[in-house]
C-alpha cells in the first residue's frame, strides 16, 4: 500500500501549490519571456488581460497537470528511497547513507518527472504569454487543446519537447538538492532544545506547531533549490515561450541573449522566482505531510479493525 501513497500525497501536494503560486509564476513567465521588470509584468499582464483575470490565466491547465507531476515526482522518490534504504543491511547503515539516498531518489524522481512535465510547461508558458496565439492570430477559445495541437502541426511531437535540456539541468540534481534540504532542515527541527522539550511535555505536537515546522523546512528547501538554477529555468522560457523556434538549441539561445540584452539576463524573474518558491513549496509540502498523515491514521485504523474481527 505504500507504494499508491506516496502518488496521491504528492498528487494533493502539488494541486495545493498551483492554488498559492499560480499569479506569481505568471509574472515571473512574463518577465522571463519579454525581458520586462516586475512591475513593467504586472502592468502588462493586468491591462491586456482583463485585470486580476489575468494572473491566473492558464491555471486550470497546470492545476490539473501538476498534481501528476508532483505525484509522479514524490511517489518515484518515496519508493525509491525506501528500495534504496532496503540495500542497506544495518540501521547504522541506513544512517550513514542517509543523505545520500535522499539525494540519489530525489534525482531519479526529478529526471524522470522532467520528460511528462516538459510538454505541460510549454503550453502552460504559451497560455500565460500569448505569443503563440497572437503571432500566430488564432480566433476562439484558446485552450490546452487547441495550443498542443498547433504547436504538433508547425513542429511535430519533437516540438512539445523544446527546452528539455535546461529543464533537465534544472530539475534533475535541483531536485536531489530539494529533498535533502527539506529533510535536514526537518531534522535539525526536531532536534532543536525548545522543540524538544514541548514534545516532552504535550507528548506529541499540536498540529500547528506541526505545520510551522514544515513551513519552514518547505521555504528553505524550495529557495536553496531554486537559488542555483534560475539561469536554466530563464533558458527554458524563453526557447518555450518563442513560436518561431529561432535558437537551436540552449547554448544557441544563451549566446544569442547575452549579446543582445547582457549576462544579467540569465537572471530574469530571479526575486520573483525566489518570493513565488516559499509559499508554493509550503503549501506542497504541507499538503504532502497532511495527505501522508491521513493515510497513516487511515491504515492504522484499518488495522485495529481487522484484529478485531
Known sequence: MWF????LAGWVGGACGVLVGHPLDTIKTWQQASNTSVFTAIYQIGARNNGINGFYRGMLFPFLTTG???SILFGIYGNHLRQLQKICHSDLQREMYQDRNVFAAGSVAGFIQS??????????????THRYYTDYKITGKKTPLTCMRRIVKANGISGLYRGLLPMMCRDVLPYGIYMLVYQNMCRFLDNLEYVKKKRMKQRKLDTSFEMGLTTIAGATA?????????????????????????????????????SKNGWRFVFRGSWMLVVRAIPVNVATFLGYEYSMEMYQKYTNTEEQLQQKI
Not at 499508491?4 to 502518488?7: A, G, I, P, S, V
Not at 520528460?115 to 504559451?126: G, Q, S, W
Request: glycine share 2%.
Open 4 to 7: 499508491y501513497c506516496d502518488f
Open 68 to 70: 501528476a507531476i508532483n
Open 115 to 128: 520528460f511528462i512535465a516538459c510538454p505541460i510547461e510549454l503550453i502552460k508558458i504559451r497560455l500565460q
Open 222 to 258: 524550495g529557495v536553496l533549490s531554486w537559488i542555483c538554477v534560475i539561469p536554466f529555468d530563464v533558458i527554458k522560457t524563453i526557447m518555450q515561450a518563442e513560436q518561431d523556434t529561432q535558437y537551436k538549441n540552449m547554448t544557441h539561445c544563451l549566446k544569442e541573449n547575452i
